[in-house]
């Protein structure tokens, strides 16, 4: 384990995060609010920690795969619990439990809140709560590296573990350039949907608050009154929040008009899966008294399968009352969750789309023993080692699952609300149904629940291996 | 520049280490997907997989926006393919392809012509060469020339009783009176660029730069051997002895080969009529004595497996004392064969290598100076290139030791109407100068990169 460069990229992340606390300090200013001082002496504070640790340069800058994963998971924790003093010290979130798991759900773009109303809670936190699930959305270290040098040659290492999807691969031959033109699609794409929310009539404040919260693909919503906007508004973030889930290099792909190789499979089952739920649900929730005809549902059906399906959690309608069949075909849509290489959580469309195929082949050859089958994607095999990780990150996620219903279980709560409260944290999604539906919050549940569920959130928007290999001892031997 | 690097075997991925400089994008592209992954995972390139002489993955690997394709697959046809589909599909592409075998090296001329190739490497002719420069001159370890030979810059060995021990790099030139320059001083695993109060103990292996008759009768003053071998023991008939022999056979020196394969012998025998073949294997300590191992002037293993070839060096240096020449196919455990005292170690995948970025970084226009040729004189830490002054420029406005030039750099030799001359602070650069400069400063394009 390189531990000197653990701790130089830590210290990076620290004054990046400092950096990044100059957007609520701002917003403090802007309102005159008395968290001013404390934002900005947070924000000094992370940036001189920062200043002197990355002071020490290793000398060794050699990172293998296990210092990878290592130090993408205790970057997310560093960066979680320093985002949560903002919100304890104050006095916002009393207890530290909560601070933090309002900070983890912000970072890792779930959502989920512990706040029962948003009433009297100070415009700069909530800016901070809605700016982390921006900088968690694309991740922080692909931030730090699309602007510094870390590692050289080894930092694809650190893309790994921080980007989603089962196989991570760049734009170009540069991981600097790569990183760089992804944050520069997210920055392009944020900034229309800001402007577009701002054309429909929505207040500034809220404009940038939902924007960038659509595009982590997080879900706080920044309003004590829920969504209030206009139907022009609540559209133009739908099909943001169904853009988010697309898996950037498609975009990069079109810009560089190779339109035939940009619509890769994942994206055709990603939209076909939108079409199916849109037009079934729609048509299972017409009827409802909450709709004022077919028009309606339709705009608020789609809006919760883009707000579910990637992963962001907004919510405009109590979608807990629907009718049965609609409740479970948006809880199979959490677990689906968006395209790779997305800034959405979930199992991702292209694992699904590698099980099926898989189970498919598995199957022909218990009939035919002898058949030889290979699995492609877009015209190309894919590799056996993608297969294995992703049988093996289905075995995380069901044993993961599995310890979460357990201890959840000890707070008397429903199944139905254990179930969704843990797919809505370890998808990243945030409302799930009954008692953690959209209309209620997280403080239903227990101290050790909590933690539970934060150990959920960080390991499922790391794609769980870093969290589970930072807690396993084989990570530890020497 | 974009460059797309076709086959991930060694020499593929010493090139993505040693191209991988700041404005270089590379692709790597290799028909096997482990080989790529260990390529991306440690520099920072991008891998396609797939058949590097397909129209559609040298699309993938962006060939329409590339400007070099390096072809150094196992193959020569599949190079050749390579390099031929991208100049068609490329619109600026330039192509290199590495071609090995002696036939189509016959035709290397033919083949850059017609293909429209920009370079033809021969990794297996490049050893040769090297390795003929070396027994030519067995005193030195490593020979490199400058200026079509007419400068050498060459390294070797300070045994224990070396009357150069003790001496300062200073007090050779008053005391020798010779016309040379010492550039760099290897001592254990630390390298120096020489400066005047440098002084030399036993075991340093030192590089000079002079002309090749200065060199000459510098050996002979300190007691070095600096005639050209007069018999060879090769162990090993593969293509580089083959022309190995075909470079020795011009300069007179009588070659004795002893390969293995019946087959092989009688084909050496038939295309080398000159030299004594030996069909048996090398390996055997009777062949070797049989052909007077501790007797002959010099004893080159060429075999294909490395271990085989350092274990021959190593009985070759227990039984004689005269040149010893060894080729190490893995470059990996380069810092261990050091160790071994081995005299001098051939790398052919080095060669290539240095070659290629050479070329690469030449390719980079710059304005008043042109890089010509380039070597890794101690890999990884010091270089010597050479420069020809095109233009008038900062360079040439006044004298050596006026120009701010950075610390670890050696204006080395300078190459001027036909004279070598090994330059003092009082000289002036011009126009049409070629330049010899030995520096610590890697990645140089241009010699206005010298200046602070």
């Not at chain 1, 900070?103 to 700069?124: D, N, Q, R, W, Y």
């Not at chain 2, 036939?103 to 001329?109: F, T, V």
Request: aromatic share 8%; with cysteine; charged share 20%.
């Amino acid at each position: 384990m390189n531990l000197r460069m653990t701790g130089y990229i830590i210290g990076l992340l620290l004054a990046f995060e400092g950096a990044f606390m100059a957007v609520p300090t701002l917003t403090a200013a802007i309102y005159r609010e008395p968290q001013l001082f404390l934002f900005a002496l947070t924000a000094l504070l992370c940036l001189l920690a920062g200043f002197l640790i990355t002071r020490f340069k290793p000398q060794n800058k050699t990172l293998f795969a296990r210092d990878g994963f290592f130090i993408v998971a205790l970057s997310w924790i560093v960066l979680s619990v320093v985002g949560a003093l903002p919100f304890w010290i104050s006095g916002c979130i009393p207890r530290f439990v909560d601070a933090l798991f309002e900070s983890v759900s912000g970072f890792t773009t779930t959502g989920a809140s512990i706040l029962h109303t948003l009433e009297g809670m100070p415009k700069c936190m909530l800016m901070w709560r809605s700016f982390t699930h921006w900088v968690g959305g694309m991740g922080v270290l692909v931030f730090i590296m699309a602007l510094l040098p870390v590692a050289g040659g080894q930092n694809m290492y650190l893309m790994k573990a921080e980007s989603p999807g089962p196989s991570v691969s760049k734009l170009v031959p540069r991981v600097k350039k790569t990183a760089m033109l992804l944050y520069v699609i997210y920055f392009v794409m944020t900034v229309a949907e800001l402007v577009l929310l701002l054309i429909g009539g929505m207040p500034l404040f809220d404009a940038i608050n939902i924007a960038v919260a659509t595009a982590g693909t997080g879900g706080f919503s920044c309003n004590p009154a829920g969504m209030p906007y206009s139907p022009f508004c609540i559209n133009v973030i739908t099909v943001f929040m169904f853009l988010f889930g697309v898996n950037f290099s498609c975009y990069y792909l079109m810009l560089h008009r190779r339109f035939k190789e940009s619509f890769t499979a994942e994206l055709k089952v990603y939209l076909g899966i939108i079409a199916f739920a849109i037009i079934t649900i729609t048509l299972n929730v017409r009827h409802l008294p909450m709709f004022r005809g077919t028009g309606e549902a339709l705009m608020h059906s789609s809006f919760t399968i883009g707000s579910l399906l990637s992963s962001t959690g907004f919510a405009t309608v109590d979608f807990n009352q629907w009718p049965e069949y609609s409740r479970t075909l948006l809880v199979m849509l959490m677990f689906v969750g968006a395209c790779a290489g997305s800034t959405g959580g979930g199992i991702k469309v292209s694992r699904i789309i590698i099980l099926f195929k898989n189970m498919h082949n598995e199957l022909r050859i218990m009939t035919h023993p002898r058949q030889v089958k290979t699995l492609k994607m877009d015209g190309h095999p894919v590799d056996q080692e993608i297969i294995r990780s992703v049988n093996v990150y289905l075995a995380c996620f069901f044993l993961i699952y599995a310890v979460n219903m357990l201890v959840l279980s000890f707070d008397q709560l429903d199944l139905t609300t254990n179930f969704t409260a843990t797919v809505a944290t370890l998808n990243n999604i945030g409302p799930g149904l009954n008692m953690v539906g959209p209309t209620s919050n997280f403080d239903v549940y227990s101290t050790a629940s909590k933690c539970m569920l934060i150990f959920n959130m960080l390991a499922g928007r790391l794609e769980l291996f870093p969290i589970v290999l930072l807690f396993s001892p084989a990570t530890w031997k020497k | 520049m974009n460059i797309i690097i076709v086959g991930c075997g060694k020499v593929g991925r010493v090139l993505a280490e040693q191209l991988n400089e700041a404005d270089n994008n590379i692709t790597v592209v290799d028909i096997n997907g482990a080989r790529v992954a260990e390529v991306t995972d440690h520099y920072d390139v991008m891998g396609v997989i797939g058949n590097g002489a397909t129209h559609a993955v040298l699309q993938e690997a962006g060939i329409g926006k590339a400007d070099l394709l390096i072809a150094v697959t196992g193959s020569d046809e599949r190079n050749l393919l390579c390099c031929l589909i991208a100049k068609k599909a490329g619109v600026k592409c330039q192509t290199i392809a590495r071609v090995r075998s002696p036939q189509y090296n016959a035709e290397a001329p033919y083949l850059k012509e017609e293909l429209g190739l920009a370079m033809v490497i021969n990794p297996e002719l490049a050893a040769a060469e090297e390795i003929a420069r070396v027994l030519r001159f067995p005193s030195a370890i490593k020979i490199d020339t400058f200026v079509k030979g007419k400068i050498e810059l060459l390294k070797f060995k300070l045994p224990e009783d070396s009357p150069l021990c003790g001496m300062t790099v200073r007090e050779i030139g008053a005391s020798l009176h010779c016309d040379l320059l010492v550039c760099t001083i290897e001592r254990g695993d630390e390298a120096y660029i020489a400066s005047g109060d440098f002084r030399f103990e036993a075991k340093d292996i030192i590089s000079i730069i002079a002309e090749p008759k200065t060199a000459y009768v510098f050996f002979r003053k300190i007691h070095y051997k600096a005639k050209p071998v007069k018999d060879v023991l090769i162990a090993g008939g593969g293509d580089i002895t083959h022309y190995l022999c075909e470079l020795l056979d011009k300069s007179g020196i009588a070659v004795t080969v002893i390969e293995k394969d019946a087959e092989r012998s009688v084909m050496l025998a038939d295309s080398l009529k000159t030299v004594n073949v030996i069909s048996a294997d090398a390996i055997d300590q009777d062949v070797l004595m049989q052909e007077h191992i501790e007797k002959v002037e010099a004893f080159v293993s060429l075999t294909n497996l490395d271990e085989e070839n350092i274990l021959l060096s190593l009985f070759a240096k227990s039984v004689s004392d005269g040149k010893i020449v060894t080729k190490i196919n893995r470059i990996d455990f380069d810092s261990v064969i050091e160790h071994l005292d081995l005299d001098t170690v051939v790398y052919p995948k080095n060669l290539t290598s240095d070659h290629i970025v050479r070329y690469v970084r030449a390719m980079t226009k710059t304005i008043g100076t042109g890089l010509e040729t380039l070597y890794q004189v101690i890999k990884g830490k010091v270089e010597a290139a050479e420069f020809i002054v095109t233009d008038e420029s900062a360079l040439t406005a006044a004298p050596l030791m006026q120009l701010r030039l950075k610390d670890g750099v050696l204006v080395a030799a300078v190459f001027r109407e036909g004279r070598v001359l090994i330059p003092r602070g009082s000289d002036q650069l011009q126009i049409g100068d070629s330049v010899v400069v030995v520096t610590n400063h890697l990645g140089l394009r241009d010699m206005h990169d010298l200046l602070q």
